[in-house]
């Protein structure tokens, strides 16, 4: 909604006030949703998988390969590091989805 002046205009409009539009809001569900994961986990004491910056000095291994588990043949997108399978996507099925 923020990116449409129209709507900006029009909330102005009905509050009778301005409405200050964030350079970045775009992400600014994002930020919220990562400072209340942060304020839960904080509270219950649980550990946390993030890895801070540290994450762009990891060294990652992209792929994709063809599943022949069906006739779908679909095309599967995997991220590794080392060993460790991190993510994957791309089946119709679920077959590989983590």
Same mark, same amino acid.
């Given at each position: ?6 709507? @900006?205009?029009?909330?102005? *409009? @009905?509050?009778?006030?301005?409405? %200050?539009?964030? $350079?970045?809001?775009? %992400? ?25 910056? *540290? ?6 291994? $992209?792929?994709?390969? *063809? ?32």
């Amino acid at each position: 909604m923020a990116a449409n002046a129209g709507m @900006v205009r029009a909330f102005e *409009e @009905v509050l009778g006030l301005e409405v %200050v539009v964030p $350079p970045h809001h775009g %992400v600014m569900g994002a930020i919220g949703a990562a400072l209340l994961a942060y304020e839960h986990a904080s509270r219950n004491g649980a550990a946390t998988r993030f890895k801070g910056f *540290e994450a762009s000095e990891i060294k990652y291994h $992209p792929r994709s390969f *063809e599943c022949q588990g069906c006739s779908n043949l679909c095309e599967i997108v995997e991220i590794r590091t080392g060993h460790e399978v991190l993510a994957r996507w791309g089946g119709r099925c679920g077959k590989w989805e983590l």
